[in-house]
């Protein structure tokens, strides 16, 4: 229990780095927008190829309505019991992303950087070995997620130490779930989907939206790179 949680701070520690190489330069408008679509890609490939299988390995079943259950929820949150939050609504000329966009995103991260946590958790409780090769496998892909997140929240007008902080979250998102999978191992078979559920909604629901609205091809072809970034992260990866 204790290399998991050792091993799950020096993941979560690459959340951090990435909001720091985001915060740390001036970055302009327009270059926020591809990282915006860089994330959107990454995330949404995340959640159909990683979390979702992995949620159906546990009950082909009651997966699929959970994720959809996970999908709902959010929806519900942003539309119904906080109406004040319809999407687009507190977009100002000089955003790229509505404000309450970025609080959807953190949101999502964190559900699937908690469940990074989870999984190293989870490898842990078998053996040894294969908690290892969880961790490089998560590793690899944990810089991506600090950065995404903050590249968001600054393109919502949040400011750099808002972007900071939303980073330090996922990190402490992963050491939760390392934690609570060691105490409570059963609660992935629910969890997992829900939260691949949420990254879905965030992704394409929310990101993909605004990342349409720029003109021509550029932007699709950055959305498609951010998909191939995690293909290629999960091919250095070793195969789980």
């Known amino acids: 229990m204790l290399l998991s949680i050792i091993l799950g701070v020096i993941a979560a520690s690459a959340d951090v780095l990435g909001g720091i190489i985001l915060v740390h330069r001036e970055w302009p408008k327009h270059y926020l927008r591809y990282f915006v679509a860089l994330g959107a890609g990454f995330m949404l490939a995340v959640a159909f190829l990683e979390m979702v299988p992995e949620s159906i390995k546990f009950s082909a079943h009651w997966a699929p309505i959970l994720i959809l259950v996970g999908y709902c929820a959010i929806h519900l949150l ?19 992303v509505a404000a309450h966009t970025g609080n959807s995103v953190l949101a999502g991260l ?17 053996s040894n070995l294969l908690g290892w090769l969880i961790f490089i496998a998560i590793f690899l892909h944990k810089m991506p997620e600090g950065f995404t997140v903050a590249s968001v929240m600054m393109a919502s007008g949040r400011s750099r130490r808002t972007a900071m902080i939303s980073a330090i979250i996922l990190a402490l998102a992963t050491v939760g779930g390392v934690l609570l999978i060691s105490l409570l191992p059963r609660w992935v078979q629910a969890g997992l ?3 691949a559920g949420v990254a879905i909604y965030v992704a394409a629901t929310d990101l993909v939206p605004e990342v349409n609205r720029e003109p021509g091809i550029r932007m699709a072809l950055v959305f498609f790179a951010g998909v191939a970034l995690f293909l290629i992260l999960k091919l250095l990866a070793p195969n789980i």
């Open 110 to 126: 964190a559900a699937h950087a908690f469940f990074d946590g989870v999984a190293i958790g989870s490898g842990f409780v078998l």
């Open 193 to 195: 989907p829900l939260s």
């Open 78 to 96: 942003e539309h119904t019991i906080t109406p004040h939050f319809h999407f687009g609504e507190e977009t100002h000329h000089h955003e790229f």
